[in-house]
């Protein structure tokens, strides 16, 4: 038996510590969000937050959680009452497929918990971790600069002029 | 009495006068005058490739490029015990670049370590390896620069601890460690040896990482040559005699490797190592074959090329010693590193081989965690996840120890925990 403290409360799980974070969350306490794509931490359809910390669930032994608080995308708004990332999302539609998208999330709310003032290419290296196989990239960048916005910064152009 | 002091004094300010005015001499360089940024139309363009070829050799762009920055424009931080020295914009922009620079001021900062203006260059900047590179191969050079897109950028001013900010120090350090080193051709050596030769030791620079460094950062020289340095955090192992890998490094193997990032006798190239394999990667293949056949021959005494060792799979013993570490390697290794998965399948290096592992320090072994494993050449290379963020310094120690004594040589490393933050902290 462990604790484990996910979207700010504490569930206890009977689980080998070996077993993947994902698993646990999804078999265990039924939160789909996020998503098995590879399981190799190559794709970042299970990204989750650990401790404000981007992270693949997929890798994640649920025995090296420890005391660290899981964050995972039900954790940043619900259906009705939606987070500001995820309404930038929406009104990005950055979504085709949507496999991607809460491990997108869960990345461009770990940048944006660092620094709401990200430069273009900071914003880009952050989100490169998690693949996106419809294309939607331009659209999911779109959104993560609006949710910038909406915290008060924004992404900034970082490239020297050429002369 | 009083006499006696006042020519004591008198002799001490002489002497001490005569010491500043020799110095000022030694140290004096003159400003060489700017020219107009040169047309780069009127380069010959079989120049401009051959300059382009040879800074691929040389690696210039890691050190001339930001994280974040544009091509040849300067700003990577290069981290000395002394502060960090930032590389310099080297785009032909007049105001912030070397556009005004005429070929002698390059070659002069080439060779000597003097920048246009005649101040002295902090030698981050490897001129005690360029100082023996040919005037024909410095034109090149020029040209490819000259024909970059001019980038206006500065990059951040170096933070050197006081007095070492005062650049004229520098000529004495100069003194003391910049030897032009002629680089005669050997005769009883191959022409590719040769070639390989003059480009390892000049400007590809490869002892500046692989070789120890002394108490004023020159590198060490003599016996103590390719004995394994440090670079960016990471551990640049010994590449002459005492390298650590258990897979001999042929010429064939280390040419595979330097062109792909990847050996699957040995691994992927990683940390500062990643860039040095995509430049040469886009370099001329028969001058990487020929850095292969010099540096087989450093290495033909190491102990994998008389002879490759088996390599035991201590599996259970290792988990009864590092039980933690065993079940964190069940869960976040095992599923690409394990005999039969995915990776392996792939043709990707199994992880005895690994070198890190037989090395006599486990720093690469927790960089390769803490950061994963970029691609080093292209999109399809080698790739590992990075760990930084999931493990904490205890978790990857526990990792480290158990990969150790399951698959690792040599003596047993110590203090990994410690390391492990240390890593943390000089990769930043």
């Known amino acids: 038996m462990m604790d484990l403290t996910v979207n700010g409360a504490v569930a206890r799980v009977d689980v080998d510590p070996a077993t993947p974070l994902l698993y646990v969350l999804r078999d265990d306490l039924g939160l789909h969000g996020a998503k098995f794509g590879c399981g190799l931490g190559q794709c970042g359809a299970c990204t989750v937050l650990v401790d404000d910390r981007p992270v693949f669930s997929c890798l994640l032994p649920v025995g090296a959680v420890g005391a660290r608080s899981v964050t995972t995308v039900e954790g940043l708004g619900t259906a009705t009452a939606p987070g500001d990332l995820q309404r930038a999302f929406l009104h990005e539609q950055a979504a085709q497929c949507g496999y991607c998208i809460p491990g997108m999330i869960a990345r461009a709310e770990g940048l944006l918990r660092k620094t709401t003032t990200p430069t273009e290419d900071e914003m880009r290296a952050a989100m490169a971790p998690s693949l996106c196989r419809c294309g939607t990239h331009m659209r999911i960048l779109r959104a993560v600069r609006r949710a910038a916005a909406m915290r008060g910064g924004g992404v900034i152009d970082s490239a020297e002029p050429v002369t | ?428």
């Open chain 2, 1 to 428: 009495m009083r006499t006696g002091l006042k020519r004591a004094i008198t002799a001490l300010v002489v002497v001490v006068g005569v010491c500043v005015v020799v110095f000022a001499v030694i140290a004096y360089r003159p400003a060489i005058a700017e020219v107009a940024r040169p047309d780069p139309h009127a380069f010959d363009a079989g120049l401009v490739q051959r300059g382009a070829n040879l800074a691929r050799l040389g690696n210039c762009v890691s050190c001339h490029q930001a994280a974040a920055g544009r091509p040849y424009a300067g700003g990577y931080p290069v981290k000395t015990p002394f502060g960090t020295v930032f590389g310099s914009n080297i785009t032909p922009d007049a105001a912030t670049g070397i556009g005004g620079w005429s070929p002698a001021a390059f070659r002069r900062a080439m060779r000597e370590g003097v920048g246009r203006d005649g101040s002295h260059l902090y030698p981050a900047f490897p001129y005690t390896h360029y100082v023996s590179v040919t005037d024909r191969d410095l034109d090149a050079i020029y040209a490819f620069l000259m024909t970059r897109p001019a980038v206006r950028a500065v990059p951040p001013s170096n933070t050197m601890i006081p007095p070492l900010g005062f650049r004229p120090l520098l000529a004495g350090w100069k003194l003391l460690f910049l030897r032009p080193k002629p680089i005669a051709t050997d005769p009883r050596q191959s022409a590719e040896w040769n070639r390989g030769r003059y480009i390892g030791e000049t400007l590809a620079h490869c002892t500046a990482c692989h070789s120890p460094r002394g108490l004023l950062q020159q590198e060490k020289r003599g016996a103590q040559t390719y004995d394994g340095g440090w670079s960016g955090g990471w551990y640049a192992p010994p590449i002459n005699a005492r390298s650590p890998a258990v897979r001999a490094w042929t010429a064939d193997r280390l040419e595979t490797y330097l062109r792909t990032g990847l050996s699957r006798d040995h691994a992927a190239a990683a940390g500062p190592m990643g860039p040095v394999t995509y430049n040469l990667a886009r370099a001329a293949p028969a001058d990487v074959r020929a850095l292969a056949t010099y540096y087989a021959w450093q290495m033909r005494d190491a102990p994998a090329a008389r002879r490759e060792p088996a390599l035991p799979d201590r599996r259970s013993f290792a988990t009864q010693r590092h039980l933690d570490g065993a079940r964190l390697y069940e869960g976040a290794c095992a599923v690409c590193h394990e005999p039969g998965a995915g990776m392996m399948v792939a043709g990707r290096p199994a992880l005895p081989l690994g070198t890190p592992l037989h090395e006599d320090n486990p720093r690469d072994t927790i960089q390769v965690i803490l950061k994963g494993v970029r691609p080093p050449v292209s999109a399809r290379g080698p790739f590992m996840p990075a760990y930084g963020d999931a493990l904490d310094d205890r978790q990857v120690a526990e990792i480290v120890a158990y990969l150790k004594m399951r698959h690792g040589t040599g003596p047993a490393w110590k203090a990994i925990k410690k390391d492990v933050a240390a890593a943390r902290k000089e990769g930043e």
